[in-house]
């Protein structure tokens, strides 16, 4: 490694050789402002105080010579040491300067070099005695708290992962082994064992689909391609999707369409984020309660898509931390949905990226309530829709 001198030694030695410099010119300034001042005063210009014609000559007689002389030594000494005294106080000044930008620079990189060796908990004072430094003080202090909670989503996310995984994955080899082992041989072993075996894919397969939106939507990979549609169209292909999913799960799944409007969105996004809404209040809702998916224009808060059920609602405690990542309130929930519980954070995401807002409300022994807004402007102004 490239062996250089500190930020302190630097500046100091900048401001030594800016102060030589000064000191330089202002001695050679000084010595030509003499000589013409001193042949000023020969000449009279200030007034003759020896009052003899034949004394006003270049100074080259021999009193005049030895006073001018004289009189520019003491004035080139008293001017070295003049500039001395200042140079060394300035010095002592800059110094002093220097200390109190170089100490915090100092801490900065010792702190730069924690984080880098994963130490989040490190913190900065903002008491740096200039502004700049406290406001730099607390980005830095932000930058380790948000790398602290990402290595903590990470680290959750790999527990998550280990754990969740397993689960499916040991029920398909145990499964396999039986086959392949001849234990199983019934048709009706058979066909649980498919079952079982089909049930664990599906959970592995929308485990997968989580974790690829969430790198996407972490990567800025989501780039909307808007175009216009009927809003209430769209949302009732979604809910014809999962008509069957309900019925299997023995869940009303009714809908009330009255948006009546055309949207400029992109149709993916919108299809994404409903689904996932839809998928996790199905999952929620017991046998013989319903879920219903609306849409309506409301006021001038645009439009609204409502995704209501009857559920068991969520606790008042877990409500605050919903949209956490990885947050696993009612673990039963995320066993029953063979899911990471990334239904919600990814959906209000999702409704984000185009300006939207995604809102809920439960409570339990009633059920929940998740409302997508969309921003007026958003309505393509399509009269003959309007008007119905």
């Known amino acids: 490694m490239k062996k250089t001198s500190s930020f302190y030694t630097r500046l100091i030695l900048s401001y030594a050789a ?10 050679s300034i000084a010595d030509a402002f003499f000589i013409r001042a001193f042949k000023t005063f020969l000449s009279g210009g200030y007034g003759s105080p020896f009052g003899i014609e034949s004394m ?26 003049g500039g001395c005294a200042v140079m060394l ?26 984080i880098g060796h994963g130490d989040y908990d490190a913190q900065i004072s903002d008491n740096q005695g200039l502004r700049e430094f406290a406001e730099l003080s607390n980005s830095l202090n932000h930058m380790a708290h948000e790398l602290k ?23 398909i080899k145990g499964y396999m082994e039986a086959l392949d082992a001849e234990l199983i041989s019934s048709p009706q072993e058979l066909h649980s064992a498919a079952e079982a075996i089909s049930q664990e894919t599906a959970n592995l397969e929308i485990m997968i689909n989580e974790l690829r939106q969430l790198a996407q939507i972490d990567n800025n990979a989501v780039t909307p391609e808007a175009s216009d549609f009927d809003v209430d ?28 409007v055309r949207v400029h969105l992109d149709r993916q996004l919108l299809d994404r984020a409903v689904a996932n809404l839809l998928s996790n209040a199905i999952t929620a809702t017991p046998s013989g309660h319903s879920v219903t998916l609306s849409s309506a224009i409301v006021g001038s808060h ?22 956490d990542r990885f947050f696993r309130g009612d673990r039963s929930r995320n066993k029953r949905s063979g899911g990471l519980g990334l239904g919600l954070p990814i959906a209000r995401d999702l409704v984000e990226i185009e ?21 007026r402007s958003v309505i393509t102004r399509d009269e003959s829709l309007l008007a119905s």
């Open 149 to 171: 909670c990402r290595d903590e989503v990470e680290q959750e996310l790999f527990s998550n992962l280990s754990h969740e995984l397993r689960t499916p994955v040991t029920v």
């Open 18 to 27: 800016l102060l030589v410099l000064v000191m330089v010119l202002s001695i």
């Open 233 to 260: 169209e769209v949302l009732g292909y979604i809910w014809r999707r999962f008509a069957p999913i309900a019925a299997v799960r023995e869940v009303l799944l009714s809908h009330q369409f009255e948006a009546n």
């Open 355 to 375: 300006g939207g807002h995604l809102d809920i409300k439960s409570t339990v022994g009633v059920g929940t309530r998740v409302t997508i807004s969309y921003p």
């Open 89 to 114: 106080i300035a010095l002592g000044v800059a110094s002093w300067f220097t200390r109190r930008f170089s100490q915090p620079i100092s801490g900065f990189a010792g702190f730069a070099d924690r």
């Open 302 to 323: 645009g439009v609204n898509i409502v995704v209501e059920d009857t559920g068991s609602g969520i606790p008042k405690e877990d409500l605050a931390h919903v949209f």
């Open 56 to 81: 006003v000559i270049e100074p080259k007689t021999y009193l005049l010579t030895a006073t001018y002389l004289k009189f520019h030594d003491m004035m080139r000494l008293s001017v070295w040491i």
